[in-house]
């Protein structure tokens, strides 16, 4: 891409298959259900402000009914050690399509971003595959991403980026998407908190200097710029959006100063400022969510007027 500056967006879309390995329907339902009201409120905000984002879905996502989900499982699954943290584990508790259960269907949703100018549609894996967690083998995490592949381009969608879940990979992972066609990945930010590692190595300590990095600089600002990798573009993280909290609001100035600063690094090096959460992030607090977006997008657009920021998708820069 040419020498410019860009605010890139990316959504891991996954409702409860993304935490159902440590919480439950009755823990976490609320935030998952309140994402029918959060992403259409994103998708209103992209729209007004322009904004081309990618959406990195879980494969079962793409799956309408349950009888169209239990088709496309692939015969290979992964292996993991620790048992629950295999979505497999949980077929028998889903319902049979979103309007009776919202928590693990969500293929209206998808279509609705689907349908909206500028929306990028990723994969985030097929079965939300956790790449450095023990058991696991790249031959089942092959067969994973070709079952996410044919789910998504039954759909009429060709990825071409990924997301890792909970940002885990080596480049082993790399060369199989690569080698499967995909083109982008988002990358981790470069500093030993954000390290990929498996679940066990995610220590407290690490975990409180990233809740600490979210007001005040632990690691930088991270402005970020494209590299290659085992045959894919890194398009690496520089901020994952908190959700607001109640008990931690008063401290939201910082958090937003912290964030303007590196859109602010990011044009005047002309790097790449990427921000990314999930939607079920927004499933509760919509109100407050959305108006910290909306000023950090206010943000974005005085540096496009100010320096030329471009707003990009991750396959932008395929």
């Known amino acids: 891409m040419d020498q410019q500056s860009h605010f890139v967006v990316s959504l891991d879309f996954e409702l409860m298959w993304g935490?159902?390995?440590?919480l439950s329907v009755a823990q976490y339902g609320e935030n998952v259900r309140g994402v029918r009201q959060a992403i259409p409120a994103l998708l209103d905000l992209f729209d007004r402000y322009g904004i081309r984002a990618t959406w990195a879905t879980v494969g079962f996502l793409f799956c309408e009914t349950r009888d169209d989900l239990m088709a496309s499982l692939p015969a290979l699954r992964p292996g993991y050690l620790q048992g629950a943290?295999?979505?497999?584990?949980?077929l028998d508790e889903i319902g049979y399509d979103e309007t009776g259960d919202p928590h693990y269907f969500g293929f209206g949703l998808l279509k609705t971003i689907q349908s909206c100018s500028g929306q990028e549609i990723a994969t985030h894996t097929f079965s939300h595959y956790y790449c450095l967690e023990e058991g696991q083998t790249p031959d089942q995490f092959t067969v994973d991403i070709e079952a996410a592949i044919a789910v998504a381009r039954r759909r009429g969608i060709e990825l071409k980026s990924i997301v890792f879940p909970r940002n885990q990979y080596a480049p082993e992972h790399l060369a199989i998407a690569h080698n499967a066609g995909l083109r982008t990945f988002r990358g981790n930010e470069k500093s030993w908190i954000y390290r990929p590692t498996n679940g066990k190595q995610q220590s407290k300590l690490r975990r409180a200097c990233r809740l600490v990095d979210q007001y005040v600089d632990v690691s930088g600002n991270h402005v970020q710029h494209p590299r290659q990798i085992a045959g894919l573009t890194e398009i690496?993280?520089?901020?994952?959006?908190?959700?607001?909290?109640?008990s931690l609001g008063s401290f939201d100035k910082l958090r937003l100063s912290r964030i303007k600063s590196a859109i602010n690094a990011a044009a005047l090096q002309q790097g790449i400022f990427h921000l990314w959460w999930h939607p079920h992030n927004f499933g509760r607090n919509l109100t407050e969510?959305?108006?910290?977006?909306k000023a950090i997008l206010d943000h974005f657009a005085q540096a496009r007027e100010s320096h030329g920021m471009r707003s990009s998708r991750m396959d932008d820069f395929a």
Not at 85 to 90: E, Q, R, V
Request: proline share 8%.
């Open 19 to 22: 935490v159902r390995d440590h």
């Open 85 to 90: 943290l295999s979505n497999y584990a949980y």
């Open 236 to 246: 690496a993280s520089s901020r994952f959006l908190r959700p607001f909290s109640p």
């Open 289 to 293: 969510n959305i108006g910290f977006l």
